[in-house]
């Protein structure tokens, strides 16, 4: 498989109409008033934030195809996915962790970015001061054109690769060439029996030709990468911080809590778009009679639904109207 990457505006498969020119959402039609008069509060309150920061998680990706990472049962060929993002499993048997992973590269790069993610680069190509931070690591977001400075990986990429060398500094990210060696494309093969493969056809490092590559993930027992943390913590930090959007994941679990309670703090609203709204997190309805600008008494609003067509929506305001272009397929990549 090989990608032709970065996409080229013209080569995205959605038209975005000019924000100063209105285009009715389609998807309005079938709210009731209370959702409506919800929705309408959040966008008053979008036109007057300054500086915003996107939370993510698997739920954006839903839309594409791409099940969570304890989905499907949490099994890969019969064995426990969560066993295989380790260390201690790819010291032990770097061909089975490299083919699992392999698999899931596979996996993603047959996906394609949804309307969420359009979405979400086109609000920071249009505000500055716009900062997604992922827990995913399907590489999605980078797929669909949104301007890398302006999004931090909180769980690395399957599509980075560093070396496993303790005297080797490589690292690479965004290498979206598939399979990564020849011997590695038999992973990709849903159907096909487990074959051992030696050292010798796993990917090694271009630069010492020793050691031998990793995925750039985050593995269960590691540390979250430094420089993104820091990243995320110098956004904040460097002032107000006046909307928190959570996509796709939940703003009660640690670390995203973490964020939202920060936000929260500095006197931010908070935005919920999630498959799942726990009743924790909703607010008491907006009745038909309320203003858009009622969102001075409001903290949080609550949007449950598919994030892939509930973001593009409330994101009309600054990023406009988001149509589907008829005939194009978006990116242009070919499996072999």
Sequence with gaps: MTVDHPVSRSALPYRFDNPAVPTPSTQLETLTPSAVANLSSFQAYLRSSKRILALVGAGLSASSGLPTFRGA???????DAMELATPEAFSNDPSLVWQFYSARRAAALRAMPNKAHYALAELAKRM??????????DGLSTRANHPPNQLLHLHGSLFSLKCTSFYCDFQEDNHFTHPLTPEL?????????????????LPHCPKCHTGLLRPGVVWFGEALP??????ADDFISAGK???????????????AAGYVD???MQGGKVA??????DDSESEDDFSEMESERSYANRTKWTFEGDAAEWVPVALEPIIGHIEVQEGSSGERFNLV
């Design 241 to 255: 911080v006046d909307l928190i959007l959570v996509i796709g994941t939940s703003g009660t679990v640690y670390p």
């Design 73 to 79: 049962g949490g099994l890969w060929r019969n064995h």
């Design 185 to 201: 494309a038999i992973a990709s093969e849903t159907l096909a029996p487990y074959t051992h493969i030696p050292q010798s056809g």
């Design 226 to 231: 430094w420089r993104v943390v820091k990243a």
């Design 272 to 277: 919920v778009f999630n498959i799942d709204i």
């Design 128 to 137: 500055p001061e716009f900062l997604t931070l992922t827990q995913n690591v």
């Design 262 to 264: 920060r936000i929260r």
